[in-house]
Nanobody, 122 residues
């Protein structure tokens, strides 16, 4: 299973970015996809997740109402739309394949992408 994250970049405070996570080689049909991020000098933290149907989503409190996770199963791609970005959103964003249920715990995710860097300038 491979996950390819893309779409990161440099943006000013208040700006927007859309991250993509392309999934290939998955033989299990029901899995969630989660996004995590790691800021410099900090632990990796959960950001958002979406279940296999795309109907159930889950966000950490700090990004609710600003981020939207969605998935296109026909394209095997999950998106993370990030609006009203803040400097504290800066970090490397990773997508990962998770269980059939939603989870915010990284140990529940078995395959990880390489990460894409998001930098929000003040």
């Amino acid at each position: 299973v491979q996950l390819q994250a893309s779409g990161g970049g440099l943006v000013q405070t208040g700006g927007s970015l859309r991250l993509s996570c392309a999934v290939s080689g998955a033989t299990r049909s029901t899995y969630s996809i989660g996004w995590f991020r790691q800021a410099p000098g900090k632990e990796r933290e959960f950001v958002a997740a979406v279940t296999s149907s795309g109907l159930t989503t889950y966000y950490t409190d700090s990004v609710k109402a600003r981020y939207t996770i969605s998935r296109d199963n026909a394209q095997n791609t999950v998106y993370l739309q990030m609006n009203s970005l803040k400097p504290e959103d800066t970090g490397v964003y990773y997508c990962a394949r998770g269980p059939s249920y939603r989870s915010k715990w990284s140990q529940d995710y078995d395959f990880w992408g390489q990460g894409t860097l998001v930098t929000v300038s003040s």
